[in-house]
């Protein structure tokens, strides 16, 4: 198993930031073997979309819609994930995820909720102008 449980949401003004954090563990989870974790969105309505993504090596990617607003990252024992994010905007209010896919692989392609097994709870994020 790999569980994993969020903090860090909150409400904030448009152009504040916020930083999220979701640790990480489970008997499954090792942090010298291949891994994938990264950072979900859901919106009022909407259906939950990749933010960012990280592995092991520290090796990112970016949905579009954040690059250069969010930064993903993780402390060095690999027990704990972060997403900072800068200059928010009204779309950014949504609940956000961490999720993990299955321990041993490597991010590859996998960039879609569908290859991601392991969730945490979500924490809610609120901009307002």
């Known amino acids: 198993q790999v569980e994993l449980v969020e903090s860090g949401g909150g409400s904030v003004q448009s152009g504040g930031s916020l930083r999220l954090s979701c640790a990480v563990s489970?008997?499954?989870?090792?942090?010298?073997?291949?891994?994938?974790v990264g950072w979900f969105r859901r919106g009022t309505g909407k259906e939950r979309v990749a933010l960012a993504r990280?592995?092991?090596?520290?090796?990112?990617r970016y949905a579009d819609s954040v690059k250069g607003r969010f930064t993903i990252s993780q402390d060095a024992a690999k027990t704990s994930l972060y997403l900072q994010m800068n200059n928010l905007k009204d779309e950014d209010t949504a609940m956000y995820f961490c999720?993990?896919?299955?321990?041993?692989?490597?991010?590859?392609?996998?960039?879609?909720?569908?290859?991601?097994?392991?969730w945490g709870q979500g924490t809610q994020v609120n901009v307002s102008s």
């Open positions: 990280i592995d092991r090596d520290g090796y990112t």
């Open positions: 999720a993990s896919g299955e321990p041993g692989l490597w991010c590859r392609d996998r960039f879609s909720a569908a290859d991601f097994g392991y």
């Open positions: 489970g008997s499954r989870y090792k942090a010298y073997n291949p891994y994938c």
